[in-house]
């Protein structure tokens, strides 16, 4: 698959601001107010090869996401070889890793089965970027997504996770 990259434009992603849904509460949003202070940033993408897939398991799924949430890495290894699972890292200009997100091909739809912005990256927009870059890898085909609720969190550090 050929690089691709994208502007990352600066500003806030509300036009109204947003609400809590399960109370209707007012929320900051924090990735607005930094947004708006934020400078344009290239990203860059291409698929993981084996050996990053191996140690971003390791170092990165590992940190950003609970074990229990977590696929066996030979079972995304297994499904790698079918054809059905790809791991994409998206990069800054200086080639340092700013995001990752693994999806896995399904008949009629493409499962965003993991995302997460490198801890010093986030609070930057990056995320937001993320999601219309892989909109255009997986094409007219529909992109499901599960987010986790920093509500739903188990602990202070899970919900803190989750926040950023």
């Not at 398991?57 to 297994?78: G, N, T």
């Not at 079918?82 to 080639?95: I, K, L, S």
């Not at 609720?149 to 996770?161: E, F, G, K, M, V």
Request: contains cysteine; negative net charge; aromatic residues 10%.
């Amino acid at each position: 698959m050929e690089n691709y990259e994208k502007r990352l434009e600066g500003g806030g992603c509300h036009d109204e601001k947003p609400y809590c849904l399960f109370t209707g509460a007012a929320l900051e949003c924090a990735p607005c107010k930094k947004n708006s202070e934020r400078k344009d940033i290239m990203l860059q993408w291409r698929e993981l090869r084996a050996y990053e897939r191996e140690s971003w398991y390791r170092d990165k799924l590992r940190r950003d996401f609970p074990a229990d949430e977590l696929k066996p890495r030979a079972m995304i290894e297994k499904l790698i070889g079918q054809g059905r699972y790809h791991c994409y890292g998206f990069f800054d200009e200086a080639g340092h890793p700013a995001a990752y997100a693994y999806t896995m091909e399904c008949e009629e739809y493409v499962l965003l089965d993991y995302l997460a912005v490198e801890p010093d990256a986030r609070g930057q927009g990056i995320g937001s970027q993320v999601l219309p870059l892989l909109g255009e890898i997986i094409g007219d085909r529909t992109m499901l997504i599960e987010a986790e609720n920093p509500a739903c969190a188990r602990s202070l550090p899970d919900r803190d996770t989750r926040q950023a």
